[in-house]
């Protein structure tokens, strides 16, 4: 297999990060969240929680949805990010697959692939990376010459992952990959991003499946309403009873004592 992308890896740090949309609703608040070198952290939470406008703010893209950061710092290593463009972002290593599995659907799935290198000038390096995604992706491989809106859902969430990888970013984040897919489907994602990762990129993963994210992640937050709400190791929070009622659909606690956030017993 061709090398991993460089492993000089710097770690991602957010600090109190706050985020409105046309400067009147208030997206994150005091958002302080560490993606550590080489390490996969997921990003919990419900519907509107804030999880995609975290990720716009990290890949300069928050500004594209009428977005602005109001306070706080994204660092990458030593590159500040915060109110930097997509292409500072990209530059850094920081690559976004976004929500929604996005191709381009009347383009070829090479030429999809290719569109995620645009700006890299080695050809020879562009190819080996083309190798390495079409290892992973074999199906991909298989269907070079079709366009990419005749894939499956399945199909064109591995197409969108393997185009950020035409970037070789050092940091991935990812916006519910899982979503809408078939369970084999997701764990053949999850088997993915887990060889992603052992070959050198970090990743921070927005889930709603919760349980595919704890199984995957080293580290994991939970954000509720724009603020982080909780945060610890990934097996620590799958032993949470707030997580494994609300999130692992687990029955809550009556044992008298218990922090029981639902309607009483019937
Ligand atoms: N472009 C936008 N303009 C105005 N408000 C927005 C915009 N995008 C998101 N919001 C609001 O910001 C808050 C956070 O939204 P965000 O999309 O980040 O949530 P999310 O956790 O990704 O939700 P989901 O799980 O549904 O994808 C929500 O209240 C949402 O309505
Ligand atoms: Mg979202």
Known sequence: MPAPPPSSAPALHIEN?????????????????????HGIVALLGANGAGKTTLLRAVSGTLRHHRGALTSGRIRYGETVLDGRDPVAAVRAGVVQVPEGRRVFAGLTVDENLRAGALGRRSTTATRATRDRVLTLFPRLAERGGQAAGLLSGGEQQMLAIGRALMA???????????????PRMVERIAEVLRTIHDQGTAVLLVEQNVGMALALADHAYVLEVGEVRLSGSADELARTDAVRRLYLGEPADTTPGAAAGGQGAA
């Open 17 to 37: 990060l706050d985020v409105t949309y046309g400067r009147t609703v208030s997206a994150l608040r005091a958002v302080t969240l560490t993606v550590p070198p």
């Open 168 to 182: 070789r970013p050092r940091l991935l984040l990812l916006d519910e990959p899982s979503l809408g897919l078939a």
